[in-house]
């Protein structure tokens, strides 16, 4: 008996050896014919793009051989079991064991000695039933809603091969491939053929995109109530989705890239990730909110956003119209002719649109009204005569509005550009930030403006301060001026050919380096073109803060006369604050700054650096809640509008080379076996350059040759 069971069982061996090798051997003949059918670009794209697994036929799993090993064993137990006859040994389920199934399909293990003795045309059969239930994804029937699945169909269609219809950018498209393949290609802004409240957020925050300075066009909507069938649903619902992404994109990073603008402009990027982008309007509770979340949330760039709708009309106060009547005209008092005041109606109104906030009801057209629309004229480019006339009217009205409200957009834009978070957490969100427009510097902490002063920037032109974000990482007191290759080549070593002691007379130093070069120095002192402290943040452009010996031009209302380098009024204070907040327990103040001062140089180091940010703000909101402006010295606004105008959102996104300019001036023929080092690394001097200071110039008034230099812009890393 115990041979007659050993031969069936090897008999049953063979028997399932042979169906694994027919099995295997089909499924090898499919896949080549498969492959035969396919072209070499078909595989090359398959191959490239990612694709949802196909609902091909499983083989079958360890867990579906162990079932029947089971039943096998329950049938032979089911035989009287004789003494003289051992029970069937373990080893014999070895032979479907885990390992087996996943080297080689295999059929059902044997069952029992009646389903032993079946004709052996019956094993192969056993796969082909159990595999049948798979033939349809198990997944989607469960997730996707049977009123969707023919939009699910349709989108896993598109998604699979025409993506690139709806999205241009490739970060875009895997991402829509990833966030529809986990939910079995289900819409989410449609459900059994109706609007979803998340689509119904979305669709509002862009049709209302003009509110925050963007262009609504720019975010098409599409025709959900017109899509009524499954090909016309999964089109609106990834048109949808690009203008979600598109508008995320633009909130957040702007309309146009900086790089467009000027090429001293670096700022860091960071643009928006379209995984989270679905990930978090999807499942927001309110989708509207949700995608505004991408604007910026600095509280000037609110504050214009308000302005900007009373600009429009849309806001709480009224937008000031003056109306149209007889010229007025203020005639003051002269030799024998007395003064002539009118009185007009008009005049309050004019009063308030001019800002005049004293006398704010007098109807009289006095000197100070006369004065201020005089200003008017001449910020309008109108000949100033303080005559009230019909030209003047017409250009208080609309079209100054238009204007304020394209240098609003422009601003607004320009804080897209800025980091979300402007300052250093660890020191209570504490920056720098100054604005070039309006020569000002804030140091800022916990929201609140801890100390200001008055700054001198950059000539328009070549010389314009870069806007950038750093980190002021250390404070030099008493620095030394390394003078840049630019101002050695363009300005003094032309000069010692006129005057060979100009520069021992000016205080500076000529050393000739071992190689040929030329190197010239200024040493710490009062004189020194740096002043005293120099603000230390590393930047590609070369520029930083620094004292000057020179405080004439901080009197001035316009202070744009350096070559780049930010000159600060009162730089002991300016120290002072900022080490206070980067070592509160060491108590500076600026008399301790002031006792620092002498020949060597002192680097103090931050623990923590503190972030600075350079802005152009030609619109901003003052303190007392009044929309100012400020002129657009180095045509940025100019610009930027021009850009807005003649341009589609879509043309705006590329980002062009970032070209930076270089500092360097170009070099004049050098003095004969002159050579210059590369010390510095610099550009220009700030205020007259040198030849001016030398010889003299109608603006400013130069310093006479001999006395301490004029501010320099100035490099020593």
């Known amino acids: 008996m115990r041979d007659c069971l050993n031969h069936r069982a090897g008999f049953d061996r063979v028997l399932m050896t042979v169906a694994a090798t027919f099995l295997t051997v089909s499924a090898g003949s499919a896949l080549a014919q498969d492959q035969a059918r396919s072209s070499a670009a078909e595989l090359a794209i398959e191959a490239a793009i990612p694709r949802p697994e196909p609902a091909n036929v499983p083989p079958p799993t360890a867990s579906d051989i162990k079932l029947d090993t089971t039943a096998t064993v329950q049938d032979a137990a089911k035989e009287p079991v004789r003494a003289d006859v051992a029970p069937a040994p373990a080893p014999e389920k070895v032979e479907t064991k885990p390992s087996d199934v996943a080297t080689t399909p295999a059929p059902e293990a044997p069952k029992s000695e009646t389903a032993k003795s079946e004709p052996a045309t019956a094993a192969p059969a056993a ?79 862009l049709k209302d995109a003009a509110s925050d300075g963007l262009n609504p066009a720019d975010y098409p909507v599409p025709d959900f109530a017109g899509a009524t069938s499954p090909d016309a649903l999964a089109d609106a619902e990834l048109k949808l989705t690009a203008s979600m992404f598109d508008y995320a994109r633009q909130a957040q990073s702007g309309r146009m890239h900086w790089s467009q603008v000027s090429g001293d402009i670096l700022y860091p990027e960071h643009p928006v990730d379209p995984n989270e982008v679905l990930a978090k309007v999807t499942t927001a509770t309110d989708a509207s909110a949700a995608l505004d979340s991408y604007n910026p949330p600095h509280k000037l760039y609110k504050e214009l956003k308000a302005k900007l709708a009373e600009l429009r009309g849309q806001g709480n106060g009224p937008v000031i119209e003056i109306a149209d009547g007889p010229a007025l005209k203020y005639t003051p008092a002269h030799k024998k002719q007395a003064e002539i005041v009118v009185e007009d109606p008009r005049v309050p109104q004019l009063r308030v649109k001019l800002g005049l906030a004293e006398n704010a009801g007098d109807t009289r057209y006095d000197a100070a009204v006369a004065d201020a629309v005089r200003k008017f004229q001449s910020g309008a480019e109108m000949k100033a005569t303080g005559i009230l006339d019909d030209k003047t009217v017409k250009a208080l009205n609309t079209p100054k509005r238009d204007k304020q409200i394209d240098v609003v957009l422009v601003n607004m834009e320009r804080w897209r550009w800025l980091p979300r978070d402007l300052g250093a957490p660890a020191l209570g969100d504490a920056y720098v930030i100054l604005n070039i427009p309006d020569y000002t510097l ?37 620095p030394t001026w390394n003078v840049p290759p630019s101002i050695v080549y363009n300005e003094y070593l032309p000069a010692l050919q006129q005057d060979p002691t100009v520069l021992q007379r000016m205080g500076l130093k000529l050393e000739q380096n071992r190689d040929g070069s030329v190197h010239i120095s200024q040493p710490p002192g009062e004189a020194n073109a740096l002043g005293r402290i120099r603000f230390n943040f590393p930047n590609k452009f070369l520029v930083y803060q620094h004292d000057t010996p020179d405080k004439n031009l901080f009197a001035r209302d316009e ?19 900022l080490l206070n907040i980067v070592m509160p327990n060491e108590k500076y103040t600026p008399e301790r ?58 043309d705006l996104e590329a980002v062009v080379a970032h070209s930076q300019p270089s500092y360097s001036r170009p070099a004049t023929t050098l003095p004969s076996g002159v050579a210059v080092a590369n010390n510095g690394g610099g550009f220009g001097s700030s205020g007259p350059n040198f030849f001016e200071r030398l010889f003299g110039a109608p603006t400013p008034p130069p310093a006479p040759v001999g006395r301490r230099p004029q501010q320099q812009r100035v490099f020593t890393r």
Request: net charge positive.
């Open 127 to 205: 796969p082909a039933t159990a595999a049948a239930p798979a033939a349809e994804p198990v997944k989607a029937a469960s997730n996707v809603p049977a009123a969707d699945q023919p939009v699910a169909d349709k989108l896993k269609d598109i998604i699979g091969t025409k993506t690139s219809r709806y999205f241009d950018r490739k970060n875009e498209r895997a991402a829509i491939e990833k966030f529809y393949g986990a939910r079995d290609f289900a819409p989410v802004w449609t459900q059994s053929g109706s609007v979803t409240p998340a689509a119904k957020g979305v669709i509002a925050r």
């Open 442 to 478: 804030k140091v800022m902490q916990r929201g609140q403006q801890v100390w200001t002063t008055r700054v001198v920037t950059g000539k328009p032109g070549t010389h314009a301060t870069p806007l950038l974000t750093e980190t002021m990482k250390y404070i030099t007191v008493n």
């Open 559 to 577: 202070r744009a006369f350096s070559h780049g380098c930010m000159r600060v009024q009162n730089p002991d204070q300016y120290a002072s604050v």
């Open 593 to 650: 700054v002031r006792s620092m001062y002498g020949k060597s140089e002192v680097d103090l180091k931050f623990p923590t650096p503190i972030p600075v940010n350079i802005t152009y703000q030609t619109a901003f909101v003052d303190d007392a809640g009044k929309l100012q402006f400020r002129k657009d010295v180095y045509g940025r606004d100019a610009t930027m509008i021009n850009i807005l105008k003649n341009k589609s959102g879509k």
